[in-house]
């Protein structure tokens, strides 16, 4: 079932037609987001490893990393909280702790940590919004990067100060890097949802865009599947 403000967001999204969740924070210039110069070596074998985001609803982030190359799966979910909290009606009212979070199973032979990060910068979501994403307002919808290694740290911090430092975009970048204590996925409806409910007013405004921008801006990572 939905949450009464996320019921209200989807009907307002049908009536006004508004792509405001789909916004993200252009560049500052014409230059494109930027590959990270600090990045974790390609894996000269197929492997599995994992990377936590969170920014948004996480619908539309899993619906775009569900079409990046490399990546075998992703789960939408809960991070930040407790086990005990980590249910949709309570996550809404954004005093859980938790965000709204996606975990992404990658090759590494076949994508770097540091690419998902590009993507996740450059379509996924505004790295410069702080506790909201469009019209999804709340600490749930926060921007960050929850990490699972010291590399991993090192990789994300590195990368927002390299973007903040070239002012790629307007406003600094609010993503915040802090260690994965753990993941919950979500409820069963949760999962998939763009791609099972792509005919969804919320959905054709705010989160089918996203896969769009990420066809058109990463042909080499793209996939259909």
């Known amino acids: 079932m939905f949450s009464s403000t996320r019921y209200a967001l989807i009907l307002f999204a049908a009536l006004l037609g508004v ?24 894996a000269t074998a197929a492997g599995q490893q994992t990377a936590v985001v ?11 990393f569900q079409h990046v190359k490399g990546v075998l799966r992703v789960t939408s979910g809960y991070s930040g909280g407790s086990a005990k909290t980590a249910q949709y009606e309570i996550v809404s009212t954004g005093e859980t702790g938790h965000a709204e979070s996606v975990e992404i199973v990658y090759d590494p032979s076949q994508i770097t940590y540091g690419e998902l990060l590009r993507v996740f ?38 990368y927002i100060a390299q973007l903040d430092k070239a002012r790629i975009f307007p406003r600094p970048i609010v993503t915040r890097v802090v260690p994965l204590q753990a993941f919950y996925p979500a409820e069963a409806y949760h999962q998939n949802y763009a791609a099972l409910h792509p005919s969804q007013p919320y959905i054709v405004y705010n989160d089918a865009p996203k896969v769009e921008h990420l066809r058109q801006q990463f042909p080499d990572l793209y996939t259909g599947k």
């Open 54 to 64: 969170s920014g948004g609803c996480f619908w539309g982030i899993q619906a775009v």
């Open 121 to 158: 910068f450059s379509v996924a979501h505004d790295p410069t919004q702080l506790n909201r994403q469009g019209p999804d307002e709340g600490t749930q919808y926060r921007s960050s990067i929850f990490y699972g290694s010291a590399e991993q740290k090192s990789i994300a911090e590195a």
């Open 19 to 42: 792509t405001a969740c789909n916004a993200k924070a252009s560049p500052s210039s014409s230059t494109a987001v930027p590959a990270p110069v600090q990045d974790a070596p390609r």
